[in-house]
C-alpha cells in the first residue's frame, strides 16, 4: 500500500498561489493514475484534478485554468500548483491514486491532507 504525505498548504489572499506537493512512500507512483481532492467543512470530499499515467491531465471545472497537475516520478511526488485562489478553495486537499476522477476503491490509506484558507 502507498502511503501519502500532502504539505504546501497555508493561508493565503484571493487572487494568490500555493503550490502543494504530495510525496509518496511504499510504492512508486509513475505506474498509477492519481488525483488531488478537497473537502470542504460539512462537505463531501471532491474531485479536483488527476494526472494519468502518461501525462494526461482532467480538472473540475471549477478549478480549470487555475490549477496545474503535474508529477515528478523521479521524485515519487504529485504536486498541484493553484493559481488566481478564491475563497470557495477553501478546503483540506488530499492526493490519492485515481480512477478517473475518482480515489481508487482499493485505496484506504488516506493521509492527513493539507489545509487551504483563502481570505476575501
Known amino acids: 500500500q502507498v502511503q501519502l504525505v500532502e504539505s504546501g498548504g497555508g493561508l493565503v489572499q484571493a487572487g494568490g498561489s500555493l503550490r502543494l506537493s504530495c510525496a509518496a512512500s511504499?510504492?512508486?507512483?509513475?505506474?498509477?493514475?492519481m488525483g488531488w481532492f478537497r473537502q470542504a467543512p460539512g462537505k463531501e470530499r471532491k474531485f479536483v484534478a488527476a494526472?494519468?499515467?502518461?501525462?494526461?491531465?482532467y480538472y473540475a471545472d471549477s478549478v480549470k485554468g487555475r490549477f496545474t497537475i503535474s508529477r515528478d516520478n523521479a521524485k515519487n511526488t504529485l504536486y498541484l500548483q493553484m493559481n488566481s485562489l478564491k475563497p470557495e478553495d477553501t478546503a483540506i486537499y488530499y492526493c490519492?491514486?485515481?480512477?478517473?476522477?475518482?480515489?481508487?476503491?482499493?485505496?484506504?490509506?488516506w493521509g492527513q491532507g493539507t489545509q487551504i484558507t483563502v481570505s476575501s
Open positions: 494526472i494519468s499515467w502518461s501525462y494526461s491531465t
Open positions: 490519492a491514486p485515481t480512477i478517473a476522477t475518482m480515489p481508487r476503491s482499493d485505496f484506504e490509506s
Open positions: 511504499g510504492r512508486t507512483l509513475s505506474s498509477y493514475n
